[in-house]
């Protein structure tokens, strides 16, 4: 079992940037996530990066939020640049020891969530 601690968030202005990370309390070969859920929507997928190294973003992220991971340290990143007041919501890490060749795994197949960290977006 992995415990996973998410830090970074806060509050920033539109167009702003912020990295979050997130720590695992081990290493192994996880595929990781990020998620967020805005308040009474539905939790999203906004990037994740497979156990081989396979990234994959969601459409709110193309282009604005690059996810990465270092290994070494156990630590998942995202870093996001021009925010957005829709960008505001709780993000959450997550973790699986699932794997799919070629493509992204679904929200249920994570089976490791972090408490979450808040970022807000105002104008």
């Known amino acids: 079992q992995v415990q996973l601690a998410e830090s970074g968030g806060g ?4 167009g702003g940037s912020l990295t979050l990370s997130c720590t695992a ?6 595929s990781m996530a990020w998620f967020r859920q805005a308040p009474g929507k539905e939790r999203e997928e906004v990037a994740s990066i ?9 459409d709110s992220a ?5 996810i990465s991971k270092d290994n070494a340290k156990n630590i998942l990143y995202l870093q996001m640049n021009t925010l957005k007041p829709e960008d505001s919501a709780i993000y959450y890490c997550a973790a699986t020891l699932l794997y799919r060749a070629g493509g992204r795994l679904r929200r249920n197949e994570y089976n490791y969530w972090g408490q979450g960290t808040q970022v807000t977006v105002s104008s």
Do not use: C, L
């Open 62 to 66: 193309k282009g604005r939020f690059t």
């Open 11 to 14: 509050a920033v202005q539109v």
């Open 25 to 30: 309390s081990k290493n192994s070969k996880y």
């Open 50 to 58: 497979n156990s081989q190294g396979d990234i994959f973003y969601g």
